[in-house]
């Protein structure tokens, strides 16, 4: 099993910037792309950043230039720098890995973080 913890999460002002975090633990054998993802009340969850085992990266067009995904292979870690906040960005921000052990993946999420702006 993989656990992960996000941090990093509060409120913010129109234009300012929060970095979340996230930590993966357990029995790791290879995590393989890590993103971010967020809900906002009475929508779906949608992706926001992705960052591969490689380092490339891919952003919704919502946060590109914004936002900026990052991780730490030593540490089983991924970080999101968010800077240029906005109102739209408030939502619960969530961790994913995908993770292989002996030929099968899987997805693992993280319990969230609230981040909020206000205007």
């Known amino acids: 099993q993989v656990q992960l913890v996000e941090s990093g999460g509060g409120l913010v002002q129109a234009g300012g910037s929060l970095r979340l975090s996230c930590a993966a633990s357990?029995?790791?054998?290879?995590?393989?792309?890590m993103s971010w993802y967020r809900q906002a009340p009475g929508k779906q969850r949608e992706l926001v950043a992705a960052?591969?085992?490689?380092?490339?990266?891919s952003y919704s067009d919502s946060v590109k230039g914004r936002f900026t995904i990052s991780r730490d292979n030593a540490k089983n870690a991924v970080y999101l720098q968010m800077n240029s906040l906005k109102p739209e960005d408030t939502a619960v921000y969530y961790c994913?890995?995908?993770?292989?052990?002996?030929?099968?993946?899987?997805?693992?999420w993280g319990q969230g973080t609230q981040v909020t702006v206000s205007s």
């Open positions: 994913n890995a995908n993770h292989w052990r002996l030929g099968v993946t899987d997805n693992y």
């Open positions: 357990g029995t790791i054998f290879r995590i393989n792309t």
């Open positions: 960052i591969t085992s490689g380092s490339s990266t």
